[in-house]
Structure formats: C-alpha cells, structure tokens
C-alpha cells in the first residue's frame, strides 16, 4: 500500500507561481513512477506530468509544457510540482499518483499506470 498526501494548493493571481507537493508512504519510494493529474469542474481527470522510477519525465503537451516541471527527492519520499505562470485553465483539483507497481516500465500518461491516489489539492487561478 501506498499512502498519498498533497499540499501546497491554494488561490493565486494570474502569472503567478505555486509548487505542490506529495508525500508519499508505504513503499519504497525510490522505487516508484510519480504522476500529477488535475481535474477542472466538469471536466475529465487529465495527465498534467509524470517521473519515473529511475529518472525519466514527461509532461502534458502544450498545456503545461515550459510552465511546470516535476520533480523528485527520494530522501524525503516527496514529489513537487512546481508551477509557474498559471493561467485560469490551470484551475483544478491537482491530485497525485504512485504507480501500481514498483520498476513500473510502461507509459506513464494515462490513469491505468497509476494504482494509488491522493485526495487532491484544489489550486484556483484569479484572472
């Protein structure tokens, strides 16, 4: 079992900055793919960016691209997002992802790689 904790949500201005973070427990982190999903209101949860176990990234195309970077300490068990120049569409429930196995191989853009969640952290962009 993995247990998922986010935080670093909030309200924040157009072109600013947030990072979150997620910390995880249960396994050995090192050992996991780490992803970031959001969820805007009546929308479809989407892939927003992943890391993998052994160094890999990726990221939602043109979306998010050149504003967030995702990032990882495994000392700490911890992944970040950090975000910059956010835009109202980046308004949604961001939540975290570990994968279901550990030296997970396969694509990490779509919910099926994922096995174990966070409850969110809601981040609002002001216009």
């Known amino acids: 079992q993995v247990q998922l904790v986010e935080s670093g949500g909030g309200l924040v201005q157009a072109g600013g900055s947030l990072r979150l973070s997620c910390a995880a427990s249960g396994r050995t982190f090192s050992s996991l793919t780490m992803g970031w999903f959001r969820q805007a209101p009546g929308k479809e949860r989407e892939f927003v960016a992943g890391?993998?176990?052994?160094?890999?990234?990726?990221y939602a195309t043109d979306s998010v691209k050149g504003r967030f970077t995702i990032s990882r300490d495994n000392a700490k068990n911890t992944v970040y997002l950090q975000m910059h120049s956010l835009k109202s569409e980046d308004t949604a429930v961001y939540y975290c992802a570990a994968s279901r196995n550990p030296y997970y191989s396969g694509s990490y853009d779509s919910e099926s790689a994922y096995g174990y969640w966070g409850k969110g952290t809601q981040v609002t962009v002001s216009s």
């Open positions: 890391t993998t176990w052994n160094g890999g990234s990726a």
